[in-house]
């Protein structure tokens, strides 16, 4: 057949498999190299991270050791602190210990102010500095890891954290103290301050970096290893039987020089593990003896020499055996070479003081000082002198009685200083004379004052002569550890007062364990080197052993692999003999494969795929001699497509288990192309002729389109299930004796597993059948059911029950019950119903008061249509309106004016007075009551104009959602006759009342001449009837 595979050399076939195959294990092989290399470096990052954080928490507790609490109560967090001579000292120590190890940036003190918040108390920064932090400034980016470590008093390493600063990694230890309120911090649960430690982020990860060199150096060296490894390999493959000899080893020498590399990378490894166990032994052993040192320091400086200066205080003059006597205990202090009272004399007061010393007892005593030549001279030159008066012990000491020690320009600064903060000071180191000779030694001087306060007057110093050699050598251990005492002065190593070695072969720099103590004001560092007992306890011989064990397996490795390599060299050969064999046999299984309608794969024992026919070709994209050799997960690559992820090869399973595994209905397949199948697999082992496994063949079929329908399916259920749950559906199956055969998982959360139980019992709790169950009507008449049901377990919430009967594949009737929630449609009902009864009641109430107006009543809407009248405006005029409804109020009423104009009502110019329409309009334009508008109509009435006089009033009335106008229309023409009439007769009254007044005014004028006549003419008759009387008297 034409299809038949193409027949390969026994020469050829080895090397062209051979050759397919390398590039795909090397590309893999770097890959793992390369995430190796990746996990490694990780790895050496967290451990040097951890160490790290390790020894910057043991640096912050030792600087926190150093700091003495009671002090912290004079600090108030504030301005004020910068006048406070302890907040000037504690910034000096800091500065010291920043500029002792140049990683740390910041050291400072964290407090909380009365209201709650962090602040900063002292940092070591100059006040000059941009970042210097001043006393009482609110550390507002504090985190919450930070504010929980210091409220919780837990002792840790934070970061890297981001403040305005920088980024920083900080370590942070509490100091804790007696519950006291100090001034302006609040300490109420016992927390006076945080001593913090920064190291800057930069700074921390250059430190990983260089953790990450040698995991970097071995994983840059393997990979050349490996890609010249393959080009060789390759190149020797290409050439098969041309190949130079020396290619024949080249497995052995691949895997030497490889061993070699891991060797190196492995002994590097434990022996820096191997230190950092060293270390941390080492530390454990260091700090406890230099905290003994340091405790003897701490108590020297918070009780001894504090005491003897309360001693001083608390009496006006203390006699030299008195001194004495109370010193006598605490020479028992090996720091201290001797105790002594050091007053403060006056220049005006040098001869009686030394006059009252030589009558104490100390013969000959004077005041004196060294000249230039070393010689007893008078002490001179100064306003006040301060002598040695008092010692204890005396042995060797007495001869610096009288001595005066501001003459010694270091001790006079030390003094000063101590008299103008009223702290003890440590002087530098200085000469003072010993019955033994001269001898450098430093003074713990702490000031005197009368009354107890700094703001009295200086009485003098009591002092501490510190003896750093005895100290080191009666507080040493069992050995283990070569200590020494220096200072701490900026940048560099201590400044070296005293150690316990041989000067002439001191111990290296490294490691080291320094305590750092703050005493008298100066930055003591007490250190700790290994001794040789130390390193013969603990002897570095990892490193040594890893690369003797390294170098035995590298041997053993390059052993193995060039029996490995003649072994695989035979085997090609007599693989190559056999593939001539063997290809005669494969063409005609592959004629047979490619007749399959399936796609077949065949593998060996190892999972290698063997062949494949055509359709396994169109189905996973590899031809059969692109695959050929392959493992089978590179040609058959399986999911689960149920849950998205990887699953067994069912290759891998036959060739495991042995047995044949069945079809799946879930498994997808990815092609070489990146496209995804859903594919139907079936394997089966492939067994010899003692039923050993020797392979297995693999049947697939692609079932995307059936897989598709599905889930297409399954997606509509889905659907359909988040559908009924929205909108509260509920569906069960019920058969006729009114068993559940199915309820749908919503109402399962409800009312449980319905295995067993009948749908009355189940829903409703009943021993009996609802009486409005649909199940009997339905599976009687084969009809769908229709009825309502309560739900007393929900709430009593209402469902509308479609109940409808059908036949499953056995042919018995069952009925689906769909729930329908209705409960806000029957709310909505019943609002409905009760608004309904309202409108009625209201409808009601409306038509009776419209029929019992006394005046007529008239119902106009917007298009100025009559809509409704009562029977008194019926009889309006005589007119019929209520036969005219729906028509203009001038149609309705019998206008006469409508038929002026062909428009009809509203058109004629006597319209524009009609007080209908006027008051009709304002109603709707105002949208308010309109009262007592008086106006005419002429109304025909049978044939006749007839005017009919109205007072009216109008009111605005929604009806339906409609605006109407409801006019009262009252008839005042009866009223307006009466009232013509009545105007007619005041009239004809009040004309008769004139014609009776102009009568009643001729009538007074006419007796008032009827008077004025009488009146004259008695004048007239009486004046000649006296001239009568007179002449008749005479």
Do not use: I
């Given at each position: 057949m034409s299809t038949l595979s193409p027949q390969l050399s026994s020469n050829d076939a080895p090397a062209s498999i051979g050759s397919n195959r390398r590039p795909w294990f090397a590309r893999v092989a770097f890959l793992l190299l390369l995430v190796g290399g990746g996990l490694l470096s990780w790895w050496m990052v967290a451990r040097a991270d951890r160490e790290m954080r390790e020894e910057l928490l043991r640096q912050t507790r030792l600087a926190a050791n150093a700091v003495n609490v009671e002090h912290l109560r004079s600090l108030t967090g504030s301005e004020a602190d910068l006048r406070e001579p302890r907040y000037a000292r504690l910034k000096r120590h800091f500065a010291d210990l920043k500029h002792a190890d140049s990683r740390i940036r910041f050291v400072y003190l964290v407090g909380r102010t009365s209201s709650g918040e962090l602040c900063f108390l002292v940092d070591n920064e100059p006040p000059d500095s941009k970042d210097c932090s001043p006393p009482g400034q609110v550390y507002e980016e504090a985190s919450e890891e930070f504010r929980h470590a210091f409220e919780s008093r837990t002792a840790t390493v934070l970061g890297p954290v981001v403040d305005r600063w920088g980024t920083w990694v900080t370590g942070l230890v509490p100091l804790v103290g007696p519950k006291a309120a100090t001034p302006g911090v609040a300490t109420a649960d016992a927390v006076v301050a945080a001593m913090c430690v920064d190291i800057a982020a930069q700074t921390w990860n250059r430190d990983l970096a260089r953790a990450t060199v040698p995991a970097v150096l071995l994983t840059v060296a393997l990979a050349a290893i490996l890609v010249v490894g393959t080009v060789l390999l390759?190149?020797?493959?290409?050439?098969?039987?041309?190949?130079?000899?020396?290619?024949?080893?080249?497995?052995?020498?691949?895997?030497?020089?490889?061993?070699?590399?891991?060797?190196?990378?492995?002994?590097?490894?434990?022996?820096?593990?191997?230190?950092?166990?060293?270390?941390?032994?080492?530390?454990?052993?260091?700090?406890?003896?230099?905290?003994?040192?340091?405790?003897?320091?701490?108590?020297?400086?918070?009780?001894?020499?504090?005491?003897?200066?309360?001693?001083?205080?608390?009496?006006?003059?203390?006699?030299?055996?008195?001194?004495?006597?109370?010193?006598?205990?605490?020479?028992?202090?090996?720091?201290?070479?001797?105790?002594?009272?050091?007053?403060?004399v006056s220049a005006a007061n040098v001869s009686r003081f030394e006059a009252e010393a030589c009558a104490s007892g100390l013969t000959d005593f004077t005041i004196w000082q060294k000249d230039t030549a070393g010689r007893r001279v008078p002490a001179t030159g100064r306003a006040v002198f301060f002598p040695v008066l008092h010692v204890s012990p005396r042995g060797g000491h007495e001869r610096n009685i009288g001595y005066d020690l501001g003459s010694d320009a270091s001790h006079r600064a030390a003094l000063e200083e101590a008299a103008r903060t009223g702290l003890a000071m440590a002087t530098e180191p200085a000469v003072l004379e010993q019955e033994w000779g001269e001898q450098e030694v430093t003074l713990a001087v702490r000031p005197v004052f009368v009354g107890a306060s700094p703001t009295g007057r200086l009485r003098g110093f009591v002092l501490g002569v510190l003896d750093f050699e005895a100290l080191l050598r009666d507080t040493a251990g069992d050995g283990g550890a070569l200590m020494s005492v220096g200072v701490l002065r900026g940048a560099g190593e201590p400044e070296l007062l005293a150690a316990d070695w041989n000067p002439r072969s001191p111990p290296p720099a490294r490691p080291r364990v320094t305590h750092p103590v703050f005493l008298c004001g100066k930055t003591f560092a007490v250190s700790a080197h290994p001794d040789a007992d130390f390193a013969g306890l603990y002897p570095r011989r990892a490193a040594r052993f890893t690369l003797l064990t390294g170098l035995m397996l590298t041997a053993a490795l390059a052993c193995v692999a060039a029996v490995t390599a003649r072994r695989h060299a035979a085997l090609e050969r007599l693989v190559a003999e056999r593939t001539a064999m063997l290809q005669r046999s494969e063409q005609w299984q592959s004629a047979t494969l490619r007749s399959i309608g399936d796609g077949v794969i065949a593998c060996d024992v190892e999972g290698r795929v063997e062949r494949l026919n055509p359709m396994a070709e169109a189905l996973t994209g590899w031809s059969a001699f692109e695959a050929a050799g392959r493992p089978i997960e590179d040609v058959f690559r399986v999911v689960d497509a149920q849950a998205r992820d990887g699953q067994e090869n069912p290759i891998r399973v036959v060739l495991r288990d042995g047995e044949p595994v069945r079809p799946t209905n879930h498994t997808a397949m990815i092609t070489r192309l990146g496209t995804r199948r859903q594919i139907a697999e079936s394997c089966a082992p492939i067994r010899d002729a003692a039923r050993r496994v020797i392979g297995a063949v693999l049947v697939l079929r692609d079932v995307t389109q059936e897989h598709r329908r599905r889930e297409e399916l399954a997606e509509e259920r889905r659907r359909l299930d988040f559908i009924m749950d929205v909108t509260r559906t509920g569906l069960d199956i019920v058969d006729a004796q009114f068993n559940l055969r199915y309820v749908d998982p919503g109402w399962q959360k409800i009312y449980g597993d319905p295995t067993g139980r009948k749908?009355?019992?189940?829903?409703?709790?009943?021993?009996?059948?609802?009486p409005t169950c649909g199940i009997p009507r339905a599976l009687e008449t084969r009809q769908t059911v229709v009825s309502e049901e309560v739900l007393p377990r929900e709430d009593n919430r209402v469902v509308e029950v479609h109940t409808i009967p059908f036949q499953d594949a056995k042919g018995e009737w069952l009925v689906a019950e769909f729930n329908v929630d209705i409960t806000a449609r029957k709310r909505t009902e019943e609002a409905l119903r009760a608004q309904k009864e309202q409108l009625a009641r209201e409808r009601a109430n409306l038509?009776?008061?419209?029929?019992?107006?006394?005046?007529?009543?008239?119902?106009?809407?917007?298009?100025?249509?009559?809509?409704?009248?009562?029977?008194?405006?019926?009889?309006?005029?005589?007119?019929?309106v209520a036969s005219r409804l729906n028509t203009q109020p001038g149609h309705a009423l019998g206008c006469v004016h409508e038929s002026e104009v062909p428009q009809g009502c509203g058109h004629a110019p006597a319209c524009r007075d009609c007080p209908i329409r006027k008051t009709a309009t304002e109603v709707f334009r105002e949208n308010r009551a309109v009262r007592n508008v008086e106006g005419t109509a002429d109304l025909s009435v049978d044939g006749a104009v007839k005017r009919v006089c109205l007072t009216i009033s109008g009111a605005p009335l929604v009806l339906d959602g409609l605006r109407h106008s409801l006019l009262s229309l009252v008839d005042i023409t009866e009223n307006k006759v009466i009232e013509e009439e009545l105007r007619q007769t005041v009239a004809a009254l009040e004309s008769a009342n004139r014609a009776l007044e102009d009568s009643n005014r001729r009538a007074e004028l006419a007796t008032r001449a009827k008077s004025e006549f009488l009146a004259n003419m008695s004048h007239e008759i009486r004046t000649p009837m006296t001239a009568i009387l007179g002449f008749s008297e005479s």
């Open positions: 390759r190149r020797r493959a290409v050439m098969a039987s041309r190949a130079p000899r020396w290619m024949e080893h080249l497995e052995p020498a691949l895997a030497a020089v490889a061993g070699l590399t891991l060797t190196v990378f492995a002994a590097d490894t434990a022996g820096r593990g191997e230190m950092v166990d060293r270390l941390n032994t080492f530390s454990q052993v260091a700090t406890g003896q230099t905290a003994a040192v340091a405790k003897t320091l701490d108590v020297l400086r918070s009780y001894q020499l504090e005491g003897l200066a309360r001693f001083h205080e608390g009496s006006s003059h203390v006699t030299a055996s008195e001194f004495a006597q109370y010193a006598a205990h605490l020479s028992q202090n090996p720091a201290v070479r001797a105790w002594a009272w050091v007053p403060a749908c009355y019992e189940y829903f409703m709790g009943k021993d009996s059948p609802c038509e009776a008061m419209f029929e019992a107006a006394q005046v007529g009543v008239m119902l106009v809407d917007e298009n100025a249509r009559v809509v409704r009248v009562n029977d008194v405006l019926g009889r309006l005029g005589g007119n019929d």
